[in-house]
């Protein structure tokens, strides 16, 4: 049985270039190319094995069995497992995460990068690369970007086969710091999968869409050059141009709290006098603060000392998703 078992981890990313709406939901195929950096000691781990005579798709997480919506996803990505393979069996899935639910840390990226990896092991599949960030798009399109090593790229693509993503510096390239900086850990009332949905409905997304290839560009080459200056300010802008679109899309999506922008005001004046800081923020009210380290004391320090912060989380660039040899063996 041990040969349809496998066991693989992940790691969540922060995305420098948002990704936001899709032209095509079964396949998630994104309506902009994005880019993102993995985070370092965060990860998901997750055993897939493919049981004969098991009638159904189970699915533990952090050691609780789930049913409804996240068991349905998780077979319906198991299935395109099985059309891959041919094999027919249902699996055992089981899954951990490391960080905190609800941090603002996306967990359905780090989720989806170690299926993939996992089940296509346990059923005998051989992916390169590519192959297994395109599946892993399947099951939420940020996942994708997990597979790869450090900072990555997530191709726009003209279909399926090419839209995937692949890394352009490794995690050594650049000490950059992500201080994940969580001001609530409410559950937040509309995932990204809804959310990517009313994207097309904001008058703003067309032209966030179409400014997208320049600001890669320019964050791509901020990063090979290692330009903190200019990582901020596209990055920044970036974060921005997505919030405009949800809080213009009808209806409209307001992820942020007070404390938020409190943080993000911080944030600037901290640059402006000195200090290589600059902040992202996902659908939700948590703000990654990205910095270089001889900034990281003095930024969470600053950060935690903010009225309405919780807890300041340090993650730095981190390597994609890997088999557990250890545990498959
Ligand atoms: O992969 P999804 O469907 O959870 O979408 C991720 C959306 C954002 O986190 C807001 C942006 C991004 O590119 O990660």
Request: charged share 20%; aromatic share 6%.
């Amino acid at each position: 049985m041990s040969t349809y078992s496998a066991a693989a981890i992940a790691p969540p990313n922060i995305a420098f270039i948002k990704y936001w709406g899709n032209r095509d939901e079964v396949l998630r195929l994104p309506v902009n190319g994005s880019l993102s950096m993995n985070l370092d000691g965060l990860w998901a781990r997750t055993r897939v094995t493919f049981v004969p005579g098991l009638a159904a798709d189970t699915l533990t997480l952090n050691a609780q069995p789930q049913r409804g919506a996240s068991l349905e996803r998780v077979r319906a990505f198991l299935d395109l497992v099985r059309q891959m393979s041919g094999l027919r069996w249902a699996a055992a899935v089981q899954s951990e995460n490391n960080f905190p639910a609800g941090a603002g840390i996306a967990s359905s990226a780090a989720a989806f990068a170690a299926l993939a990896l996992a089940a296509t092991a346990a059923a005998g599949l051989e992916m390169d690369r590519a192959a297994l960030s395109r599946l892993a798009r399947r099951g939420s399109g940020s996942a994708a970007r997990s597979v790869p090593d450090g900072f990555v790229e997530w191709e726009v693509g003209q279909d399926d086969r090419t839209s995937y993503a692949f890394s352009i510096a490794p995690p050594e390239h650049w000490e950059l710091l992500d201080c994940v900086t969580v001001i609530s850990r409410a559950h937040k009332p509309v995932g990204s999968s809804a959310g990517h949905r009313l994207a097309a409905s904001s008058p703003l997304q067309a032209a966030r869409v179409d400014d997208a290839p320049q600001r890669i560009a320019r964050c791509r080459q901020a990063i090979l050059e290692r330009d903190f200056a200019a990582l901020a300010e596209v990055v920044e802008q970036d974060s921005n141009l997505m919030h405009a679109v949800m809080m213009t899309s009808s209806p409209p999506l307001f992820y942020w709290l007070p404390a938020t922008l409190r943080v993000m005001e911080a944030v600037r004046r901290w640059r402006r006098e000195g200090l290589p800081v600059c902040y992202t923020i996902d659908a939700g009210p948590n703000v990654h603060v990205l910095c270089l380290p001889e900034a990281q004391e003095e930024a969470q320090r600053r950060l935690a000392a903010l009225e309405g912060v919780q807890q300041v989380i340090v993650a730095r660039p981190g390597h994609g998703a890997r088999l557990l040899e250890e545990e498959n063996a």
